[in-house]
């Protein structure tokens, strides 16, 4: 350590995939990690690893749908921590796929916007004011190459993820002049486990066998992804702007 106050990240998500990824790598990296996510055990376990390898990690449950719960929780990292530089949002759900849009309950449009969308805006909403009183900071937002740059087999899913590239955009120009940076990550086909589900569905349509079409697949490592997520998050991005692609 150089002596300066160790940074407070926040990652949403983060009991697995991508989520639990980016929270290990920013652990590493030295930051002091809070795991919040719905999955206690899941949470508990990006946890453990952290600790495992040397690191300084807390778990909040949360679900980033109900406001109360999320002001809690940064409330909670302000009382404990004193102080707020990274906001990593990767929680979300993928809902609805291969459905026509006739065929598709307005419940699941609901509540995958409410997840992926209303949930990041949230998190955005109430981790600002306390990153902006820390001295300024980084706030990562998860959205896709899905509604970005191309389809999707979700209909619900597309679209939400195009309205978090939307909220990412304003976001940017908005609180760029209160010393934090926005980005946009966009990944590919990673391997977590809403994606191989994903390719299990698309083969049990298809009547192909789902095991079969998942060994098939070619997907990045989660650890890939989680990397560049630590990176963006890290000093050493600070030139960076906009929309980050990944595989």
Known sequence: ??????????????????????????????????????????????????????????????????????????????????????????????????????????SIVEQVMDVNYLGSFLCCKHAVPLIEASGGGVVLLLASGAGVRGGSSSIAYAGSKGAVNGLGMVLEQRLQPRGIRVNVICPGSVNTPMKRENIREAARRAGRDPEEALGQARLTDTAEVGRVIAFLASPEAAAVRGIIFTR
Do not use: K
């Open 1 to 106: 350590m150089d002596g300066s106050p160790q940074r407070v990240a926040v990652v949403t998500g983060a009991g697995s995939g991508i989520g639990r990824e980016t929270a290990c790598h920013l652990a590493a990296a030295g930051d002091c990690v809070v795991v919040a996510d719905r999955d206690e055990a899941g949470g508990a376990a990006t946890v453990s690893r952290i600790r495992e390898d040397g690191g300084v990690a807390d778990f909040h449950a949360l679900d980033v749908t109900d406001e109360e719960a999320v002001a809690g929780l940064f409330a909670r990292v302000r009382e404990e921590r004193g102080r707020l530089d990274v906001l990593v949002n990767c929680a979300g759900i993928l809902w609805g796929a291969y459905l026509p849009i006739e065929e598709l309950e307005t």
